[in-house]
């Protein structure tokens, strides 16, 4: 295997994944690589958007831990708030969202995706992907390069790892798949739990 595919590939599986189906727009990407700073300069702004929001709530969280009493009624009352602007967030970023370029993933982690394409993508191709996760947990601007294309019976299977992708994105990404993944065991357990 060439060795720049392989290190790629070793990439890939340097994070958890998860079988879930999620909206990815993906389209080949001329040319090269873009420099870090480049790539940053880039994304486009709803996506900026999205990232510093999940930032700010986070760290707004935090800090009512050191409040007393109040702090479960105001946090409640901060989620609420943060609900309705998700909600309006998530909206304005379904409009980056082409149909053209939609796919649904097989599986997505911190390192990469599996989707399915109607047509083939070169193995070592830069893509632009731009990913909507489920649940309303936000959406992840970002560059991939493939490392594997499987035909299947109807469509082909294309491995992605991430090449350009922002620290805190790829933690929303993590943090979505284990949501994800706790959302699974759940219902499995249910069902297990049912009288047959």
């Not at 050191?66 to 609420?80: F, K, S, T």
């Not at 967030?89 to 980056?96: E, I, K, N, P």
């Not at 083939?120 to 970002?142: H, S, T």
Request: some cysteine.
């Amino acid at each position: 295997m060439d060795p720049i595919l392989q290190s790629l590939t070793d990439a890939y599986h340097d994070y958890f994944s998860v079988e879930h189906e999620i909206t990815v727009n993906c389209q080949p990407l001329p040319g090269l690589l873009p420099a870090e700073a480049e790539f940053i300069a880039s994304i486009p702004e709803p996506f900026l958007v999205a990232g510093e929001m999940g930032a700010l709530n986070m760290s707004a969280l935090r800090s009512l831990n050191r409040i007393g009493e109040l702090a479960e009624e105001l946090a409640n009352y901060l989620q609420q708030q943060a609900r309705k602007i998700d909600l309006l967030l998530h909206y304005v970023l379904r409009q980056q969202d082409s149909a053209e370029h939609r796919q649904r993933t097989l599986s997505y982690g911190g390192a990469g995706l599996c989707l399915q394409s109607p047509q083939p993508f070169e193995v070592l191709a830069l893509v632009e992907l731009k990913v909507f996760l489920a649940e309303n947990e936000g959406a992840v601007y970002c560059l991939g390069q493939v490392i594997s294309a499987e035909q299947t019976a109807d469509n082909w299977q294309i491995k992605v790892v991430f090449r350009r992708i922002r620290d805190q994105d790829r933690e929303l990404i993590v943090r979505a798949s284990l949501h994800q993944q706790s959302r699974q065991l759940k219902q499995k357990a249910a069902q297990r739990q049912l009288p047959e």
